[in-house]
Each structure stands twice: as structure tokens, then as C-alpha cells.
């Protein structure tokens, strides 16, 4: 099955390298140099991963990922010469999955795209024992990649949802914040914990009955984090 990259960027050059090399890897490929034309694009295309510059003519990027994220859970990676932690985190909370600053290497780039691509892959069943965690307040469905609370589905981005998986994979048991990273960004991260407090807050925000007092996402400080049923 072949996947489609949607490029928003409104630096011609950046546009065509991304074109020509993921071309070449037989990507699919849509491009667009606005928000505007983003946002219809991937309402028309159906992209399997978006990969946006915050720097756009007409709107900031993370006013484009507000709008993805109204309708669709597609992996979103923002490609910017923004530098500061501040911009990063907000375009995290927005609901990016992954921040790659320009200049950047393109096999950087595509192992990333490649790992949030991955990301968004449903689970196959009979992967684990486990399918279904159930806690007080909402029932985690792994196989069918769902969570339910209070009777309704909770909508997660594919990187809260990897990483609520990673944890009740492993329910009650620490998993440091390497190895979380890790898991779930990619083998190259191991230090960039901002990530992590962004999604776990995002995941108590949207799971936990009182996120400011969590009951089954647990920060153990300077080591990781612990899901409890």
C-alpha cells in the first residue's frame, strides 16, 4: 500500500527536494505553499502523514494543525527554523507528532516521517495477550486502538495513543523516560523529555477523572512513568 505525504512549506526548494526524494521512495505526494491550500488538500487527499513548516503565508502552522486535529488523526510533522523550546512545545500541544528544525538532513527527516507513519499503524490482533485494560473511569481497547470513557470514545492523536499503549503494555511496572522516548519517537531520542510531559499531561487532560492528582499516570520524578489501574 503506498502512503501519501502531504508537504506544506512555502520555500520552493525545500518543496522540491521533499518531492523528489520521497518520490523516489514511492511516496505518494501532494504539496501546498499556504495553509489554506493545506487544509482543503488534506481534506480532498487524505494524507497518511503530514510534514508542515510553521511559517506560512497566510496562517502560523499551528493554526493548520488546530484545524487537522478538528477532524483527523493523521501524524503531523512540523519542519521549521523555529528554534526555541517554547514554539516546539506549542506546536506538540496543538497535536504535532514529531518537530524536525531546518537545516536538516533528509534521512533524518524520512526516518522520522517513516516513524510516524509507523505510529499510526493499527495494532494487529494476537500481537499480546492483552487486548482490552479496564480502569474505574475508561476501558482501553488495544487491538482495536480505541479508548472509552464514560461510554464515549475518546479521540487520541497517534502519538498519545502510542504512548498510553507503551504503558499499559506495561502496566504497573516503571518505564523510564529513554525508554519511552524511544519507543515512541524512534531510537534517536532518548533526552528531549518536554515530549513527554507535553503527551502525558495531554493523556491526564483527557483520561483522568482529576488531571492536577493522577490515579493511573504516574510520574515517578527523574525516572519515568507508571500506568495503574
Do not use: C
Not at 509507523?118 to 495494532?123: C, D, F, G, L, S
Not at 519511552?180 to 499531561?201: D, K
Not at 483527557?206 to 492536577?212: C, F, G, R, V, Y
Amino acid at each position: 500500500m503506498t502512503t501519501r505525504v502531504l508537504v506544506v512549506d512555502d520555500e520552493p526548494q525545500i518543496v522540491r527536494a521533499l518531492v523528489i526524494n520521497l518520490k523516489a521512495r514511492q511516496y505518494e505526494v501532494d504539496a501546498a505553499h499556504d495553509g489554506r491550500t493545506a487544509l482543503e488538500l488534506a481534506a480532498s487527499r487524505h494524507p497518511d502523514v503530514v510534514v508542515l513548516d510553521l511559517g506560512l503565508p497566510d496562517m502560523d502552522g499551528v493554526e493548520v494543525i488546530r484545524g487537522l486535529r478538528g477532524w483527523t488523526r493523521v501524524p503531523i510533522l512540523v519542519l521549521s527554523a523555529r528554534h526555541s523550546s517554547d514554539e516546539k512545545v506549542q506546536a506538540l500541544d496543538a497535536g504535532a507528532d514529531d518537530y524536525v528544525t531546518k537545516p536538516f538532513g533528509m534521512d533524518e527527516l524520512l526516518a522520522r516521517l517513516r516513524a510516524a507513519v509507523r505510529r499510526a499503524e493499527p495494532v494487529g490482533a494476537g500481537e499480546d495477550d492483552v487486548t482490552t485494560v479496564e480502569t474505574a473511569g475508561f476501558t482501553v481497547d488495544l487491538t482495536a486502538k480505541k479508548v472509552n470513557r464514560s461510554g464515549r470514545d475518546v479521540r487520541l492523536t497517534p502519538t498519545e495513543w502510542h504512548l498510553l499503549e507503551v504503558l499499559v503494555r506495561n502496566t504497573g511496572r516503571l518505564v523510564s523516560q529513554k525508554q519511552l522516548l524511544q519507543e515512541v519517537w524512534g531510537p534517536s531520542y532518548g533526552t528531549e523529555s518536554n515530549y513527554l510531559r507535553v503527551y502525558m499531561a495531554q493523556l491526564r487532560r483527557k483520561l483522568e477523572t482529576d488531571p492536577s492528582h493522577p490515579e493511573h499516570f504516574i510520574t515517578e520524578p527523574g525516572m519515568g512513568y507508571r500506568f495503574e489501574k
